[in-house]
């Protein structure tokens, strides 16, 4: 089969999550099929692009300017496409390359990489089978930033976004074959309100020969947070985790690491060297995650799966969430980690954990054995495989 997939990001470096889902069910795709990438050129232009391991023929165009972007997709109007986040995304020479590419060669099929690009979907015919990854939900994910928002302005503005993204993914996913969700919890939510799209789940993952328990001594009394700190459910967790919970936690000498790429103004601002450290961008997270006593992910934004819990999961650390944090992963709390839905819980939470080591020991355990079990990258690269395989030899089969 002969695969056009279309990404507004380059997905590498994995520095972050929506790249590790991409990059990984690219790689799942390009082990089958003859899979063409056309996207923006990555950081660092066509000099990165020797670095890129996949198979797969690679078509880069420079990204336009946001303000040439906006310009272009307000002047182009479109009723389904009136949000912000779109507009800004908006790329005339991404499409205009995707569409060279079906002009030279008989494409079989199309995979829209984010809700960003499945816009292009509705701009002319495609007459190819069209699969759409959501990757999140991002009406949902606004509506929560407009409820806790704290000033009018702000609740008024993202409420108003919510309602353009809501827009666009029910038109986009009634005009897609296929639309690939990252859990149950986001599948419900699209049927919602959209019932008439196909769903399935294709979940995030793992690689667990990559993120495995490694040896050596552990920090005492100390926390870590990994992700993409420029995002702002990431820079909103933290903030929430310095302000409301690291005062209650009572274990002595507390510290927390926050590790990942382009912190904000925000996010360098919690950093005293002492109780809280803002790493930056390091070459690898997975040191921190394992000399850390226990992985909090303290989100209070967002939808799919999250890869870093995943990959907490997958090195055998012991656990802390908030049940955000954990949606659409069918963990158990008390024996895959510790689920915590209010500050309080969450440092009492983190607090036993700190003073009782066999218990670290037997979550971490089962954190990583719940993790290889379900959601290791070569299953889920499989599943997508058969998915295409199963849209192509049964066009109209009703999906999960």
């Known amino acids: ?3 056009l997939f279309l ?8 520095h972050d999550g929506g790249n590790l889902r991409t990059y990984h069910l690219l790689a799942g795709l390009a082990a089958e099929h003859e899979v063409t990438l056309v996207a923006h050129a990555p950081p660092g232009g066509a000099a990165a692009l020797p670095d890129f391991p996949l198979a797969c023929r690679l078509v880069c165009v420079d990204k336009p300017s946001v303000l040439w972007r906006v310009g272009g997709r307000v002047y182009q109007g479109g009723r389904s496409c009136r949000s912000l986040f779109l507009a800004k995304n908006w790329s005339p020479p991404l499409l205009a ?4 590419q079906l002009q030279q060669l008989p494409f079989d099929a199309i995979h829209w990489n984010h809700l960003d690009t499945a816009c292009y979907a509705l701009r002319g015919r495609w007459p190819q089978l069209k699969v759409f990854d959501t990757h999140n939900c991002l009406s949902g994910m606004g509506l929560q930033v407009a409820r806790d928002a704290r000033s009018w302005w702000r609740r008024r503005l993202f ?7 809501r827009t666009a993914e029910s038109v986009i996913c009634r005009h897609m074959d296929r639309n690939l969700v990252c859990s149950e919890d986001d599948a419900t939510t699209y049927r919602q309100f959209c019932p008439e799209g196909r769903y399935t789940v294709i979940p995030n993952g793992v690689d667990t020969n990559f993120f495995h328990p490694q040896p050596g001594p552990q920090e005492a009394h100390s926390l870590v947070f ?3 700190m420029n995002y702002f459910p990431n820079e909103q967790a933290a903030q929430f985790f310095c302000r409301e919970i690291l005062p209650r936690i009572t274990a002595d000498k507390k510290k927390v690491y926050f590790v990942g790429r382009q912190p904000t103004s925000a996010i360098r601002a919690l950093h005293d060297g002492q109780r809280v450290i803002v790493t930056g961008e390091v ?4 040191p921190y995650v394992q000399r850390s006593q ?9 939808s799919g799966t999250r890869l870093k819990i995943l990959e907490a999961m997958a090195m055998g650390k012991a656990v802390v969430s908030t049940p955000l944090g954990a949606e659409g992963i069918p963990v158990r709390h008390g024996q895959h980690l510790l689920l915590a839905d209010s500050a309080e819980q969450f440092s009492r939470s983190v607090d036993e954990l700190l003073a009782n080591d066999r218990q670290r020991e037997q979550l971490g355990a089962a954190a990583r054995k719940f993790a290889t079990d379900h959601f290791d990258w070569t299953e889920i690269q499989s599943a997508v495989r058969q998915l295409y395989r199963d849209a192509v030899e049964a066009p109209n089969a009703l999906c999960n």
């Open 1 to 3: 089969m002969r695969i």
């Open 159 to 165: 409420t108003y976004e919510a309602r353009q993204l």
């Open 294 to 302: 226990v992985y909090i992910v303290p989100l209070q934004h967002g």
């Open 283 to 286: 070459a690898d997270v997975r």
């Open 97 to 100: 390359a995707a569409r060279r």
């Open 226 to 228: 990994t992700g993409a």
């Open 7 to 14: 990404s507004e990001r380059f997905p590498y470096p994995l």
